[in-house]
T-cell receptor, first 112, second 115 residues
Framework: GESVGLHLPTLSVQEGDNSIINCAYS??????FIWYKQESGKGPQFIID?????DKRQGQRVTVLLNKTVKHLSLQIAATQPGDSAVYFCAVRPSGYSTLTFGKGTMLLVSP | DAGVIQSPRHEVTEMGQEVTLRCKPI?????LFWYRQTMMRGLELLIYFNNNVPIDDSGMPEDRFSAKMPNASFSTLKIQPSEPRDSAVYFC?????????????FGSGTRLTVV
């Protein structure tokens, strides 16, 4: 099966800083990757995704980087705001599967 | 669209009682997933359906857990009898084949407390 891990359980940053959240995965055949944001009392919310044929994708203030060589995924948040405080999950879809495997999550704390 | 709708939002029950959690997926979505979230184990897939048919229930922890999807707009997750270790947040999510993204849309969850 797929196992997904996160390097840091909690990340504390100052408002305006750039944040980087990392994720490692184990199955080199994984073909699809997603970052979710979960605020307190809510369900995970889709942020950005990337397919295995890409190594970078940008959204609004967010960038996902994929390094297939070392099986590593990162989420970069530019100019982090207090509203970005949440738990962030990476999710991975092994090729040929219909389901996603989620990492345990990293809590991002943004101080004003 | 109202998104994925789960009910109830909170449930407190006594050990041994039957608990039924409900989910209405997004209209037109053909996949439905039930997840359980705890601090220790994170998000665990319990079961998922495709076109109302259960595809993989290997994540269902015990026979005390059962799930049904009688039609495309409704699913239930039942625990009978409930135990304190079942306390968790249960999420329902749905997705659509052929969509530009394979990502799921999650409901707001049901926080279950078994005392």
């Amino acid at each position: 099966g797929e196992s997904v891990g996160l390097h840091l359980p909690t990340l504390s940053v100052q408002e305006g800083d750039n944040s980087i959240i990392n994720c490692a995965y184990s199955n080199s055949a994984s073909d699809y990757f997603i970052w979710y944001k979960q605020e307190s009392g809510k369900g995970p919310q889709f942020i950005i995704d990337i397919r295995s044929n890409m190594d970078k994708r940008q959204g609004q203030r967010v960038t996902v980087l994929l390094n297939k060589t070392v099986k590593h995924l990162s989420l970069q948040i530019a100019a982090t705001q207090p509203g970005d405080s949440a738990v962030y999950f990476c999710a991975v879809r092994p090729s040929g599967y219909s389901t996603l495997t989620f990492g345990k999550g990293t809590m991002l704390l943004v101080s004003p | 669209d109202a998104g994925v709708i789960q009910s109830p939002r909170h449930e407190v029950t006594e050990m041994g009682q039957e608990v039924t959690l409900r989910c209405k997926p997004i209209s037109g979505h053909d996949y439905l997933f039930w997840y359980r979230q705890t601090m220790m184990r994170g998000l665990e897939l319990l079961i998922y359906f495709n076109n109302n048919v259960p595809i993989d229930d290997s994540g269902m922890p015990e026979d005390r857990f059962s799930a049904k999807m009688p039609n495309a707009s409704f699913s239930t997750l039942k625990i009978q009898p409930s135990e304190p270790r079942d306390s968790a947040v249960y999420f329902c999510a749905s997705s659509k084949t052929g969509a530009s993204s394979y990502g799921y849309t999650f409901g707001s969850g049901t926080r279950l407390t078994v005392v």
